[in-house]
Nanobody
Framework: QVQLVESGGGVVQAGDSLRLSCATS????????MGWFRQAPGKEREFVAA????????SYADSVKGRSTISRDNAKNTVYLQMNSLKPEDTAVYSC???????????????WGPGTQVTVSS
């Protein structure tokens, strides 16, 4: 079994930066793809970013491209999402996911974390 736990969320102002972390436990995830999704109140879940088993394979949603960086430290079993120039529309619950391949589809992932709230005030 694999457990994912997100941290690093909070309340920030527009233009600020945040780094979200996703700590994994259980079976090693060093060979698994990881990703981040977000869901704002009243909206559908949205793909944010994904990373392959190494830091060389990444993908981003257009809404965060250029402002966010996903990375992983396999030795620490942790995935990060660095978000810069935050906007009020980035407000959402951000969830970490793990699966066999990188994908922008939530259903393609096997494990999901409970999420961490990010609130960006204008």
């Amino acid at each position: 079994q694999v457990q994912l736990v997100e941290s690093g969320g909070g309340v920030v102002q527009a233009g600020d930066s945040l780094r979200l972390s996703c700590a994994t436990s259980g079976r090693t995830l060093s060979t698994r793809a990881m990703g981040w999704f977000r869901q704002a109140p009243g909206k559908e879940r949205e793909f944010v970013a994904a990373i392959g088993s190494t830091n060389s394979s990444t993908s981003y949603a257009d809404s965060v491209k250029g402002r966010s960086t996903i990375s992983r430290d396999n030795a620490k079993n942790t995935v990060y999402l660095q978000m810069n120039s935050l906007k009020p529309e980035d407000t959402a619950v951000y969830s970490c996911v793990a699966g066999l391949k990188t994908s922008s589809r939530y259903a393609d992932y096997v494990y999901w974390g409970p999420g961490t709230q990010v609130t960006v005030s204008s």
